[in-house]
């Protein structure tokens, strides 16, 4: 199983050459280059998640919108429909009303934030598993410990296929020695698969460069290869983030 953690960065228009409109085929040839198995996307504007329904068929994509009137930022996945089946799709906001569109923490940004979970069924083994992709706070470290408090409070609480393997993918934006992802790996049994892959948020050279996007997964998950997507054309990158792969094998439960 090939699996991407990828911040797509949301199409503003304000990046210059490197605005999405002139990333977009950069991004498609190497999604087909690559063939991965899923991709855990973030910040997709809704006609970002139209293109990629589009441009990728072979791909069923999931997701919702973050704010109150569903025309936000999503956190969708995508997943290789010969390879897996759907079983359950939820998404809930990171909150203390998690059902509630648009709804946030108080300590936290005006942006709301959404978790995107759902259960996926490998269809060449029958195994089962649970795969939740977020985008935690970008401005406050007490929102993202909330954030993570919740995520897995509602990990410890599933009753529909409890028990199952985990994989946890996002953008952070806290870094690997911070309090909110030590919190993830202390007590819940998920590891940092992408321990040690270095700087993955680098601002098209602009901003201060950061580790902080993530592939958390139960001992289930055996990773056996892992490498940053750091390709560039010239002055053109697939994003501000460097998309993150892991090629992982999943045992018996």
């Known amino acids: 199983m090939k699996i991407v953690t990828f911040n797509i960065r949301l199409d503003c228009g304000m990046d210059g050459e490197n605005n999405f409109s002139f990333r977009k085929d950069f991004i498609l040839r190497k999604l087909r280059r690559e063939a991965p198995d899923i ?9 970002v998640a139209a293109w990629l329904k589009e ?16 025309d936000d930022e999503q956190a ?8 897996f089946g759907l079983l359950r799709m939820e998404a809930f906001w990171l909150s203390p009303t998690p059902n509630v569109p648009g709804s946030r923490y108080e300590v936290q940004s005006p942006c709301p934030r959404i978790c995107t979970e759902i259960i996926l069924q490998d269809l060449s083994q029958g195994s089962v598993f649970r795969l939740l992709n977020t985008h935690l706070d970008h401005e406050g470290q007490p929102a993202r410990i909330l954030a993570v408090e919740q995520i897995l ?8 296929f409890p028990g199952i393997p985990v994989l946890l993918t996002g953008d952070m934006n806290a870094e690997p020695d911070s309090e909110e992802m030590n919190l993830v790996t202390r007590s819940s049994g998920l590891r940092n698969l992408t321990e040690g892959i270095g700087i993955t948020f680098h601002g098209f050279g602009k901003e201060e460069p950061a580790a902080i996007d993530y592939i958390f997964a139960t001992r289930e998950f055996l990773c056996i290869a892992l490498e940053r997507w750091t390709d560039q054309e010239g002055p053109l990158y697939l994003s501000d983030h460097y998309p993150v792969c892991a090629q992982l094998t999943l045992g018996d439960r």
């Open 39 to 47: 991709v855990c996307f973030q910040e997709v504007l809704p006609h």
């Open 153 to 160: 409070k509602k990990l410890r609480s599933e009753t529909f």
């Open 55 to 70: 441009s990728l068929p072979e791909y069923d994509i999931v997701g919702c919108p973050r704010g109150a009137l569903l």
């Open 76 to 83: 969708c996945v995508a997943y290789r429909r010969s390879g």
